[in-house]
């Protein structure tokens, strides 16, 4: 896009540091060791479960204790039994729409506990944040979901503050894949804005195409089938909870050609919309003024959006 409106950065750092709950002295002796090798050898099979998501984008750069304290000793029996040959890849797939659909036909109250998991963590592979090559596979299990040109580096983004190499934590490729949705889909909407507020029409008009699709990705639907802008919170794919109903509004304000509602989405952030959890480049903006209140961070964002337009 030309006269574009962002200023260059490089990847931030994520903005908290994740701690591993579990003392690693604590896990040594021979009777630890023994019990290690048990519970990895009866739990290898199984499918694991994750904590919900939070809303705001800190959640991916502080893992939540429950995973890191479930999940410690499977890392760590994992690192042992492979040594440096690590992958991200641990073949273990969390269970799709179509399966859960299959056992709902004869055990409902066996799907509802098969859609709890995949909402609590994702649908899709587990994957190893520690692992070397996590940002290779979270890259290329990423690689269908579409981002505006200027904006292609957010990906990247996504993968690197996933990354937990300090920690012994899982996360599935579908999380990872919703929350590069999530970035996607805020680039765009500030794409379009930019393009809309300057009078490049052509632009606008791809731009909105996208938009609109959006809520079809697959990457959105795996995680929030039924995405509603009234049903707030971590989605669990079964009941009333939507994980990207925010985007909704967004699809809604751009198609209509409103600009003034979709700035006013992007500083309020109404319907739980995150782009300001999402914007890279905002972030970064935001890290070196320190807002400490929601109220400073709205009043900061809308400053930050006024400036990407002179």
Request: hydrophobic share 35%; proline share 6%; aromatic share 8%.
């Amino acid at each position: 896009m030309n006269n574009d409106p962002k200023r260059p950065s490089d990847c931030p750092d994520a903005f908290l540091e994740a701690r591993d709950p579990v003392d690693r002295s604590a896990l040594s002796g021979d009777g630890v060791e023994s019990a290690l090798d048990e519970i990895g050898a009866e739990i290898s099979g199984r499918s694991r479960q994750s904590s919900p998501r939070r809303t705001r984008w800190l959640s991916i750069s502080k893992p939540r204790a429950a995973l890191v304290i479930g999940f410690a000793t499977i890392g760590i029996g994992a690192a042992v039994a492979g040594g440096s040959q690590l992958s991200a890849h641990t073949g273990h797939f969390k269970p799709t729409v179509q399966e859960i659909a299959q056992v709902a036909k004869t055990n409902p109250e066996k799907a509802k506990m098969m859609q709890a998991e995949v909402g609590g963590g994702g649908p899709g592979e587990d994957l190893k944040l520690w692992a070397p090559d996590f940002r290779e596979v979270a890259l290329q299990y990423s690689s269908d979901i579409p981002f505006p040109k200027a904006y292609e580096q957010w990906r990247e983004v996504v993968s690197a503050e996933a990354a937990r190499p300090e920690t012994d934590v899982l996360e599935t490729s579908g999380a990872i894949r919703g929350l590069t949705a999530m970035s996607a889909f805020c680039a765009w909407v500030l794409d379009w804005r930019y393009a809309d507020m300057t009078g490049n029409s052509e632009v606008a008009a791809e731009d909105a195409k996208v938009i609109s699709e959006a809520p079809e990705w697959k990457a959105v639907k795996d995680e929030d089938p039924h995405p509603d802008p009234n049903a707030l919170e971590a989605s669990n794919g079964w009941g009333t909870n939507s994980l990207f109903g925010w985007m909704l509004p967004f699809r809604d304000a751009v198609l209509s050609g409103d600009n003034a509602q979709v700035t006013h989405l992007l500083v309020t952030e109404e319907h739980g919309g995150r782009c300001q959890d999402y914007d890279m480049d905002f972030r970064n903006y935001m890290a070196a003024r320190r807002p400490r209140t929601n109220l400073e961070i709205e009043k900061l964002y809308a400053r930050y959006l006024a400036g990407r337009t002179s």
